[in-house]
């Protein structure tokens, strides 16, 4: 498996702009996470699905946030309108359940709003 | 409800010279602990993991030993190189759900 796949890696666009990122879990896998990380706060869980049901959106910062998983194989995390603040690399990660699972992780999408 | 803490970073240290990392958690049960490790421009990658208590996780010659009577899942390496430089974080999982508690991460950089 080439493991979970995002894209783009890079994403730079204007404020005020509506910005989709993307992410194709590792295939089997039952949960889809969707972190974000900044120097400020760290690593962030946003939310987190299971079988393609949203299970924990309380990370989700704002109304502007929305994230969605219409089949197993792939998630998108849109933020609109975007803001300067929104700046910072996203992660996604896909997991196995059961006890002792590991997450893998994304090379994650770098974006910039200028 | 769950939390990892980590030591605070950055650490600093010279090739070759031996690394200690803290990590302690507060957890219900028995959960399973893992360190990741994140290169520069990268994802975060599973460097090891201990699934219960007094397991001792190894890879590329790091180690951690799952202590509950300490809550802890301290890394050490006894020979850092240049190439081990990244961020370390320290996490752990329930067996009810897949959900991973991450701690702050420790930024290491190791001088040659």
């Known amino acids: 498996d080439a493991g979970v796949i995002q894209s783009p890696r890079h994403e730079v666009t204007e404020m005020g702009q509506e910005v989709t990122l993307r992410c194709k879990p590792i295939s089997g896998h039952d949960y889809l996470f969707w972190y974000r990380q900044t120097m400020m706060r760290g690593l962030e869980l946003l939310i987190y699905f299971n079988n393609n049901v949203p299970i924990d959106d309380s990370g989700m910062p704002e109304d502007r946030f929305s994230a969605k998983m219409p089949n197993a194989s792939f998630s998108t995390l849109k933020i609109q309108p975007s803001e300067p603040r929104d700046s910072a690399v996203y992660f996604c990660?896909?997991?196995?359940?059961?006890?002792?699972?590991?997450?893998?992780f994304g090379q994650g999408t770098r974006l910039t709003v200028v | 409800g769950d939390s990892v803490t980590q030591m605070e970073g950055p650490v600093t240290l010279s090739e070759e010279a031996f690394l200690t990392i803290n990590c302690t958690y507060t957890a219900t049960g028995y959960p399973s602990l893992f360190w990741y490790v994140q290169y520069p421009g990268e994802g975060l990658q599973l460097l090891l993991k201990a699934t219960k208590a007094d397991d001792k996780g190894s890879n590329k010659g790091f180690e951690a030993t799952y202590r509950k009577e300490t809550t802890s899942f301290h890394l050490e390496k006894g020979s850092v190189q240049v190439s081990d430089s990244a961020v370390y974080f320290c996490?752990?999982?329930?067996?009810?759900?897949?959900?991973?508690?991450f701690g702050e991460g420790t930024q290491l950089t190791v001088n040659p």
């Open positions: 990660a896909s997991s196995l359940s059961g006890r002792n699972t590991e997450a893998f």
């Open positions: 996490a752990l999982g329930q067996t009810s759900g897949s959900r991973l508690t």
